[in-house]
């Protein structure tokens, strides 16, 4: 039985190792380097860790983060799917959490490179609607840095700076 689940394991391992890549012109192309590994950083006063795993789906035409923040709380888990939208000539993507909350945005990429998230319309379970802007940028190979901004009234508002660092493992976190 042990021998089965290491075959199963290295099967799943070769399956994401071998997953389709978009080619470079795909509007998806500038979120390639996350595709295929985890993500991590520590929070909360290094009490947590969030973890992101990235996927290709439908052979690369969407990218699927799957995530957990894991610590002294309950595991709070949410799952992201990139698209390219045709009508609106751009990516999308749609996030859900593990307490019901959903939020749209779409990406941008700069002439440096830096991933920006923006119109990110999230909606809690009570109704309340807040809004949120990314920007990712690589610092080394290896590693990213994603600074958050939350909007209050008028005012952009910076939430968090974190820094990522790719994880060994490769298996998505479980939802």
Same mark, same amino acid.
């Given at each position: 039985?042990?021998?089965?689940?290491?075959?199963?394991?290295?099967?799943?391992?070769?399956?994401?190792? &071998?997953? *389709?890549?978009?080619?470079?012109?795909? *509007?998806?192309?500038?979120?390639?380097?996350?595709?295929?590994?985890?993500?991590?950083?520590?929070? %909360?006063?290094?009490?947590?860790?969030?973890?992101?795993?990235?996927?290709?789906?439908?052979?690369?035409?969407?990218?699927?983060?799957?995530?957990?923040?894991?610590?002294?709380? *309950?595991?709070?888990?949410?799952?992201?799917?990139?698209?390219?939208?045709?009508?609106?000539?751009?990516?999308?993507?749609?996030?859900?959490?593990?307490?019901?909350?959903?939020?749209?945005?779409?990406?941008?990429?700069?002439?440096?490179?830096?991933?920006?998230?923006? %119109?990110?319309?999230?909606?809690?379970?009570?109704?309340?609607?807040?809004? !949120?802007?990314?920007?990712?940028?690589?610092?080394?190979?290896?590693?990213?840095?994603?600074?958050?901004? !939350?909007?209050?009234?008028? &005012?952009?508002? %910076?939430?968090?700076?974190?820094? !990522?660092?790719?994880?060994?493992?490769?298996?998505?976190?479980? *939802?």
């Amino acid at each position: 039985m042990k021998k089965l689940h290491m075959l199963l394991a290295t099967g799943a391992a070769a399956l994401i190792a &071998a997953a *389709p890549v978009p080619a470079a012109d795909s *509007p998806l192309a500038s979120l390639a380097f996350l595709a295929g590994h985890c993500w991590t950083t520590v929070i %909360d006063g290094g009490r947590e860790t969030d973890t992101h795993c990235y996927e290709w789906m439908h052979g690369g035409r969407q990218l699927r983060d799957r995530h957990v923040v894991q610590g002294d709380k *309950p595991d709070y888990s949410g799952e992201t799917v990139y698209a390219f939208n045709g009508e609106r000539k751009r990516v999308e993507y749609r996030y859900w959490n593990s307490e019901g909350g959903l939020s749209d945005g779409y990406l941008e990429v700069a002439s440096d490179g830096t991933l920006r998230f923006l %119109d990110d319309r999230y909606v809690g379970t009570d109704g309340a609607v807040y809004t !949120f802007s990314s920007e990712v940028a690589r610092a080394a190979d290896g590693q990213y840095r994603i600074l958050t901004r !939350f909007k209050e009234g008028d &005012a952009w508002k %910076d939430m968090w700076t974190r820094e !990522f660092t790719r994880a060994e493992k490769t298996a998505a976190p479980a *939802p």
